[in-house]
C-alpha cells in the first residue's frame, strides 16, 4: 500500500484547508485510516479516525467540531476537511492505513501552516 498526502498549504487563522490521502497498491486490503500531526517540538498525535465503511469516526478533542473526516473507497481516498484553523493546528500531517491484516502504513506527510 502507498499512501499520498496532498492539500496542504499555508493559510490565515480562520480558514480551512482540505487534505487528502489517495491510496494505492493493495488498497482493497485498508481497513481503518486515520490521520495524524506532528507539531514542531511535539511527538505525533491522532487527529481522526475512520473505519472501512465510514460508519464510525474518532476525533482528538483539539479538533472535535472543526475538522470532519471521510473517505471514498471507490476512489481509494480519505479526507480531512479543517476549518477554522488556528495557529496551534500547524504541524505536518500524515495520514495511516491499517490493512485487514494489521499492517500499517504511512505517507509521507504534508506542512499545514496556520498564520495569525
Known sequence: V???????????A???????CAASGS????????WY???????RELVASITRGGSRTNYAD???GRFTIS???AKNTMYLQMNSLK???TAVYYCKAVTLFSTSYWGQGTQ???SS
Open 27 to 34: 488498497s482493497s486490503s485498508i481497513n481503518l485510516m486515520g
Open 71 to 73: 473517505r471514498d473507497n
Open 2 to 12: 502507498q499512501l499520498v498526502e496532498s492539500g496542504g498549504g499555508l493559510v490565515q
Open 37 to 43: 500531526r506532528q507539531r514542531p517540538g511535539k511527538q
Open 62 to 64: 483539539s479538533v472535535k
Open 87 to 89: 495557529p496551534e493546528d
Open 14 to 20: 480562520g480558514g480551512s484547508l482540505r487534505l487528502s
Open 112 to 114: 499545514v501552516t496556520v
